[in-house]
């Protein structure tokens, strides 16, 4: 192997001591006079930075003086003192920093690997650890000290998570400086599901890392200011390449990893947002997994031939492992899988999971139709022309393509089934609303994925109206002891207690179901398997939420971050089903 040692240094060194191993023996030979680089120039220019940090990945866009929101490039900065092996350079650099000799851009998963744990040495980028760019799918399994979950993890994935952000500021803070800039706006996004605390915790991160690398580099921090995951999203749609609309009325939907945020516009005005712990791995990680480990089908074997995901969940890996093992298998071979597809889509086993995958899909529609009739119901909004379109971001919306058995078509009858669940959330027992059961509802996916809240946190062409009360709306709705499915689910009512045990709790679960088994029902046969819910998933979704609703209930207020009971139910079907599936 290569041996390295990494040593942080006050100022740049003068000469290196070079010395000779001769057995257990280091043998001095001589000195290395170091030349001294100059000193980058800071010619006064001023970027504005935003940082999507995200469940799966992390993406940074940057604005200059011309206004135009632009990738952030990583050139290759590692200073070459001596000539070393290409292989034993790569072996170091990814081992002990990142490697851009590709000069790709600042997107990565979010993974932090851990090189030891000094507590002293916890300001000092590099040395504790470092932003972890593995070079295949195979490597999240076989190297030791990766941590995932950094964004929802507890106080420990806290400190990893300070540690990945302060890295990745200071190389921002490299780019920044090679084109002259000292002064730098920073932007950072956050989903409204974060409980107050955990929102706090955050922004006190960001600052105290602006202020540390403006220290070490010089480059002054002018603001530091943060905008929701679901406002960012909606400046993309409106200022990016695809030149939507939201003066009339519209939707947005970013699907992360670990949650989704939504937020609904009227007259470029946001009337309401919220954000669900409900997003692209509870979609489609349970039956994939289940598809991976047990198919036969040869092409089906090559989207993992080492059996990865198989051999981890055999040998009962930490969820959050066996989970960033497959968000890397996906990132890899996502594109080679969704275009099997079509080729499969007669395989039973592949026709349930695509049908779990859509019945999260839906699920997550049909909640939203239940927000915005809440909205309509209680004049929060007009809906001049009907129900709002709706606009899909993030990487968890490559699970529509899963769905459609290929990609995505705003022209195909799977975009119909999607909206008409949308539209049965809205109408609920009601037959029609001023047309909307006939209505043309469309649905657009984003051309840039996991890239549209950094490039929202950075642009600003159009005037979006932020809602002044910066709140997250939950809406309970499935029906519970005391109260309507229409009605908001609040901290105050969680400690009180919340309960489902009415006969009548589970109706709108049970409506949203009978929806997407009518709009997959075709002439020519069905869209999607058929789904039902017996006794036993009821009982058990019943005792899950009460379970889950205890658990809260026990819970600090400032660490309670209300989420539907309906998307807590969701959860639970998708489960359930997703076991109950025999290959």
């Known amino acids: 192997g290569i041996l390295s040692t990494t040593t942080f240094m006050a100022e740049f060194p003068e000469t290196f001591l070079c010395s000779a191993i001769s057995g257990s023996e280091d043998i001095p030979v001589g000195l290395l006079p170091v030349q001294k680089p100059e000193a980058l120039p800071l010619r006064g220019e001023k970027w504005t930075v935003g940082v999507d940090f995200g469940t799966t990945n992390t993406n940074v866009f940057y604005a200059a003086s011309d206004g135009r929101a632009v990738p952030l490039q990583l050139s290759n900065r590692l200073l070459t003192?001596?000539?070393?092996?290409?292989?034993?350079?790569?072996?170091?650099?990814?081992?002990?920093?990142?490697?851009?000799?590709?000069?790709?851009?600042?997107?990565?998963?979010?993974?932090?690997?851990?090189?030891?744990?000094?507590?002293?040495?916890?300001?000092?980028?590099?040395?504790?650890?470092?932003?972890?760019?593995?070079?295949?799918?195979?490597?999240?399994?076989?190297?030791?000290?990766?941590?995932?979950?950094?964004?929802?993890?507890?106080?420990?994935?806290?400190?990893?998570?300070?540690?990945?952000?302060?890295?990745?500021?200071?190389?921002?803070?490299?780019?920044?400086?090679?084109?002259g800039v000292s002064l730098i706006d920073w932007r950072f996004s956050y989903p409204t599901a974060f409980s107050s605390q955990e929102r706090d915790t955050f922004t006190n991160i960001w600052r105290q890392i602006c202020q540390d690398v403006s220290e070490k580099t010089g480059i002054r921090c002018?603001?530091?200011?943060?905008?929701?995951?679901?406002?960012?999203?909606?400046?993309?749609?409106?200022?990016?390449?695809?030149?939507?609309?939201?003066?009339?009325?519209?939707?947005?939907?970013?699907?992360?990893?670990?949650?989704?945020?939504?937020?609904?516009?009227?007259?470029?005005?946001?009337?309401?947002?919220?954000?669900?712990?409900?997003?692209?791995?509870?979609?489609?990680?349970?039956?994939?997994?289940?598809?991976?480990?047990?198919?036969k089908t040869e092409k089906i074997k090559n989207w993992d031939p080492e059996n990865l995901i198989g051999a981890l969940s055999q040998q009962g890996t930490k969820e959050e492992t066996l989970l960033a093992q497959l968000d890397f298998?996906?990132?890899?071979?996502?594109?080679?899988?969704?275009?099997?597809?079509?080729?499969?889509?007669?395989?039973?086993?592949?026709?349930?999971?695509?049908?779990?995958?859509?019945?999260?899909?839906?699920?997550?529609?049909?909640?939203?139709?239940?927000?915005?009739?809440?909205?309509?119901?209680?004049?929060?909004?007009?809906?001049?022309?009907?129900?709002?379109?709706?606009?899909?971001?993030?990487?968890?919306?490559?699970?529509?393509?899963?769905?459609?058995?290929?990609?995505?078509?705003?022209?195909?009858?799977?975009?119909?089934?999607?909206?008409?669940?949308?539209?049965?959330?809205?109408?609920?027992?009601?037959?029609?609303?001023?047309g909307i059961a006939s209505q043309n509802v469309q649905l657009?996916?984003?051309?840039?994925?996991?890239?549209?809240?950094?490039?929202?946190?950075?642009?600003?062409?159009?005037?979006?109206?932020?809602?002044?009360?910066?709140?997250s709306l939950v809406i309970a709705g499935l029906e519970f002891d005391g109260?309507?499915?229409?009605?908001?689910?609040?901290?105050?009512?969680?400690?009180?207690?919340?309960?489902?045990?009415?006969?009548?709790?589970?109706d709108q679960l049970c409506q949203m179901v009978k929806a997407f088994n009518r709009a997959s029902a075709k002439p020519g046969g069905n869209l999607f398997s058929h789904i039902e819910i017996d006794d036993d998933d009821r009982k058990k979704i019943r005792d899950n939420i009460e379970k889950k609703m205890l658990e809260q209930k026990n819970l600090d207020a400032g660490t309670i971050s209300p989420q539907p009971l309906f998307i807590l139910a969701l959860r639970d079907l998708l489960v359930a089903k997703a076991s109950s599936k025999k290959s």
């Not at 030149?243 to 309401?272: F, K, P």
């Not at 927000?371 to 001049?384: A, E, G, H, S, W």
């Open 81 to 179: 003192v001596v000539k070393t092996g290409a292989s034993a350079k790569q072996q170091i650099t990814a081992d002990e920093f990142i490697d851009r000799s590709n000069n790709e851009s600042a997107k990565f998963m979010s993974l932090f690997r851990q090189l030891g744990f000094n507590e002293k040495l916890n300001s000092i980028p590099f040395l504790n650890g470092i932003i972890w760019v593995p070079k295949d799918y195979k490597n999240i399994a076989k190297t030791g000290g990766v941590k995932t979950d950094l964004k929802w993890g507890g106080t420990k994935a806290r400190e990893y998570a300070l540690m990945f952000l302060r890295q990745l500021a200071l190389l921002c803070q490299a780019e920044a400086a090679a084109n």
């Open 222 to 295: 002018s603001s530091i200011k943060s905008k929701s995951e679901s406002h960012a999203v909606a400046q993309f749609f409106v200022d990016g390449p695809q030149d939507a609309s939201l003066g009339l009325a519209g939707v947005c939907i970013d699907i992360g990893g670990g949650s989704s945020d939504i937020s609904v516009w009227e007259d470029n005005r946001l009337i309401a947002q919220t954000s669900l712990k409900f997003a692209g791995r509870n979609i489609g990680t349970a039956p994939l997994i289940r598809l991976l480990r047990t198919n």
């Open 329 to 434: 298998l996906l990132k890899y071979k996502g594109e080679e899988m969704i275009g099997d597809l079509p080729v499969l889509q007669a395989e039973n086993n592949v026709k349930e999971t695509a049908s779990i995958i859509t019945l999260g899909l839906t699920g997550l529609l049909f909640h939203v139709g239940q927000i915005v009739r809440y909205l309509f119901d209680t004049n929060k909004i007009v809906l001049r022309r009907g129900i709002p379109d709706i606009f899909i971001a993030g990487n968890g919306m490559r699970w529509f393509d899963w769905a459609c058995y290929g990609k995505y078509s705003p022209h195909s009858t799977y975009k119909n089934a999607f909206c008409e669940v949308y539209k049965a959330g809205f109408l609920g027992q009601d037959v029609d609303v001023k």
């Open 444 to 471: 657009t996916l984003s051309s840039c994925p996991k890239e549209e809240v950094s490039y929202g946190l950075v642009m600003q062409s159009v005037a979006l109206q932020p809602n002044p009360v910066d709140e």
């Open 483 to 506: 109260g309507k499915w229409n009605d908001p689910l609040s901290v105050e009512q969680i400690k009180k207690g919340v309960t489902v045990s009415g006969k009548n709790s589970l």
